[in-house]
């Protein structure tokens, strides 16, 4: 039982729609302090925003810079990344894009 779930739990699909999920559910609002990538293994992108450590989705970390303002509430579809000059939006819709192609790409 635990092997199928695992299986699961591992598949493409599986990973695509938690991740989609757990998009619509996250929340992170304020201005970027630092952009690094964690050097802890699997060198995942981080943003730290008021002073905590907020591990992000790699669409939003290459649209982010430090010193930009990132808006992004539960339950949401969109995060925004408010720069001196523009906004930009980033959806559910292309987000689930952005895992479409990169699962692909494996």
């Not at 929340?27 to 995942?44: C, H, N, P, Q």
């Not at 790699?58 to 000059?85: F, H, L, M, P, Q």
Request: charged letters at 30%; hydrophobic letters at 35%; a neutral charge.
């Amino acid at each position: 039982m635990f092997f199928c779930t695992v299986l699961v739990i591992s598949s493409d699909n599986w990973i695509k729609q938690n991740a989609v999920e757990n998009f619509k559910e996250y929340k992170i609002v304020g201005r970027i302090t630092v952009k690094a990538l964690d050097s802890t293994g699997r060198e995942s992108p981080y943003l730290i925003v008021k002073q905590k450590k907020e591990y992000i989705s790699e669409i939003i970390w290459y649209n982010a810079n430090v010193g930009d303002s990132i808006y992004k509430e539960r339950d949401t579809d969109t995060v925004k990344i408010i720069k001196r000059d523009t906004v930009v939006t980033i959806t559910a819709e292309e987000y689930q894009r952005h895992l479409d192609s990169t699962f692909a790409a494996n």
